[in-house]
């Protein structure tokens, strides 16, 4: 008896950690097609963590400008939506309302002066269904119809809803009869406005998750909708994954007698300050004169290549170290071919495990840091010399993924310099992660293994 294939569709490298690193596919009896655009380092890395029987690229997608078009539009009418039925501006910056050169300026001008004549929601599924008749008539339709047929496929499953090429694919499995699975990659995802492909099984974290798609797409049915959990926090309840102690510290220049103050990174565009925020910190540590008892360990976003901690981490060498991402990355650096290594994945558990506390602006590190009951201090004030004058830290907590969190005492909130040594170095007005433990169950809602559940449904089982 012939054995069933499933399709691993992976439009870009971010999540080979939870899909392929993790349990999810393992001790599948099934045949795994891996359908992708990764180079052949990256292949070799997925080889070491998960048996795959073969490997299909992806083939060369281009978007029509009418495709692009109607994708754009939908976009920016589901965030007018989306608002519409929460009362959260903070959505429309999801749009990108300046855009550069003059062509790119008209084609988004034209979409926005177009958005008027489409209030009604039944107008959003209209022109979903004109896109969906558009991305058909795309040769890359047909290309990967060929692909799925000739390979005589069982069930695709994609690891990223958001990537661009995947509507397509996903119309032409169901146009062949091929069930299809999606994972919403991450816990902000949903109200952004970005879901365009169309699948039998919607995978979400949590309960939460799936009220918030039924809420923002009320087409999508219920039993399509599978509560499974997320296997990137399995990590952290595998002993396996802590880094001894002594290869640790020494490899990143850790002082055994000194607690371990972790920073995390944002990218530039959602924290354009962190590097002011070290550096507060390392200044308040210092005139307090607890360098002695204290270090800081920098943790930068792994696509943030602007080199802009540089001036601070050696101005403080001897209080901040750094642990860099161990992330995979192209000459191009382009997603496709950007992913982190498995020794990553130890790096950033380990250094849950050994760390006092974390400090970031509004991070889903505070949950990695939660699995070891560490608390998490979200940065809550802006910088007088900021580097751009449109931003606002407190715009950033107006976001829609922070409306879940149960009340504020999830973290502790650093509201000025001032208050860096209470809050960081005495945890003032925390007293146990109660309150982050009941916000990670809210939004990853852990009543079993999301790895037994992706899998299962894979495999055609119920969760």
């Known amino acids: 008896m012939e054995k069933n294939k499933i399709v691993l569709l992976f439009p870009d490298g971010v999540g080979i950690r939870n899909y392929l690193y993790s349990n999810v596919f393992d001790n599948l009896q099934e045949d795994i097609i891996l359908f992708h655009n990764f180079d052949p380092e990256t292949i070799t890395a997925i080889k070491?963590?998960?048996?795959?029987?073969?490997?299909?690229?992806?083939?060369?997608?281009?978007?029509?400008?009418?495709?692009?078009?109607?994708?754009?539009?939908?976009?920016?009418?589901?965030?007018?939506?989306?608002?519409?039925?929460?009362?959260?501006?903070?959505?429309?910056?999801?749009?990108?309302?300046?855009?550069?050169?003059?062509?790119?300026?008209?084609?988004?001008?034209?979409?926005?002066?177009?958005?008027?004549?489409?209030?009604?929601?039944?107008?959003?599924?209209?022109?979903?269904?004109?896109?969906?008749?558009?991305i058909r008539q795309n040769a890359f339709y047909n290309e990967v119809k060929n692909i799925l047929m000739n390979a005589q496929i069982n069930h695709v499953f994609c690891s990223h809803?958001?990537?661009?090429?995947?509507?397509?694919?996903?119309?032409?499995?169901?146009?062949?009869?091929?069930?299809?699975?999606?994972?919403?990659?991450?816990?902000?995802?949903?109200?952004?406005?970005?879901?365009?492909?169309?699948?039998?099984?919607?995978?979400?974290?949590?309960?939460?998750?799936?009220?918030?798609?039924?809420?923002?797409?009320?087409?999508?049915?219920?039993?399509?909708?599978?509560?499974?959990?997320?296997?990137?926090?399995?990590?952290?309840d595998e002993q396996k994954n802590i880094i001894d102690k002594e290869t640790y510290y020494r490899k990143y220049d850790l002082d055994f007698n000194k607690k371990i103050i972790c920073f995390s990174g944002d990218d530039t565009k959602t924290s354009p300050d962190d590097p002011s925020y070290l550096k507060d910190i390392a200044e308040e540590i210092i005139k307090a004169n607890l360098q002695n008892e204290y270090q800081i360990l920098l943790r930068r976003c792994p696509v943030d290549f602007s080199g802009r901690f540089d001036t601070i981490v050696?101005?403080?060498?001897?209080?901040?170290?750094?642990?860099?991402?161990?992330?995979?990355?192209?000459?191009?650096?382009?997603?496709?071919?950007?992913?982190?290594?498995?020794?990553?994945?130890?790096?950033?558990?380990?250094t849950a495990f050994y760390s006092d506390i974390?400090?970031?602006?509004?991070?889903?590190?505070?949950?990695?840091?939660?699995?070891?009951?560490?608390?998490?201090?979200?940065?809550?004030?802006?910088?007088?010399?900021?580097?751009?004058?449109?931003?606002?830290?407190?715009?950033?907590?107006?976001?829609?993924?922070?409306?879940?969190?149960?009340?504020?005492?999830v973290v502790i909130w650093l509201n000025s310099k001032e208050e860096i040594i209470d809050k960081v170095i005495y945890k003032k007005g925390w007293n146990s992660t109660d309150a982050l433990k009941q916000w990670y169950n809210t939004i990853v809602e852990e009543k079993s293994t999301a790895s037994v559940n992706i899998s299962n449904i894979v495999k055609n089982k119920n969760v």
């Open 48 to 134: 070491q963590n998960i048996s795959i029987n073969e490997e299909i690229l992806i083939p060369n997608y281009k978007e029509s400008a009418k495709e692009k078009f109607l994708r754009e539009l939908i976009s920016l009418l589901r965030l007018y939506y989306n608002n519409s039925i929460v009362n959260n501006p903070t959505l429309l910056s999801n749009w990108n309302w300046k855009q550069k050169g003059f062509s790119k300026k008209i084609f988004y001008k034209i979409i926005e002066l177009s958005s008027p004549f489409f209030k009604k929601y039944s107008s959003i599924l209209k022109l979903e269904k004109r896109y969906q008749k558009a």
């Open 161 to 236: 809803q958001r990537a661009l090429s995947v509507a397509t694919v996903f119309a032409a499995a169901t146009d062949l009869g091929i069930k299809t699975s999606t994972v919403i990659y991450s816990w902000d995802n949903l109200p952004k406005a970005r879901l365009a492909l169309r699948a039998n099984n919607y995978l979400v974290w949590s309960n939460h998750m799936k009220s918030e798609l039924k809420l923002y797409y009320p087409e999508i049915l219920l039993e399509d909708i599978h509560v499974t959990g997320t296997p990137q926090f399995e990590f952290y």
């Open 314 to 350: 050696a101005q403080y060498k001897d209080l901040i170290k750094e642990a860099p991402p161990l992330w995979y990355f192209s000459k191009s650096k382009e997603w496709n071919t950007v992913y982190p290594t498995f020794e990553d994945v130890k790096l950033l558990v380990s």
């Open 358 to 409: 974390v400090v970031n602006v509004g991070s889903t590190m505070a949950f990695d840091f939660g699995k070891f009951n560490k608390p998490c201090v979200f940065i809550n004030y802006d910088q007088q010399n900021q580097n751009d004058k449109n931003w606002s830290v407190k715009k950033i907590y107006q976001f829609q993924h922070f409306k879940s969190m149960p009340n504020t005492d």
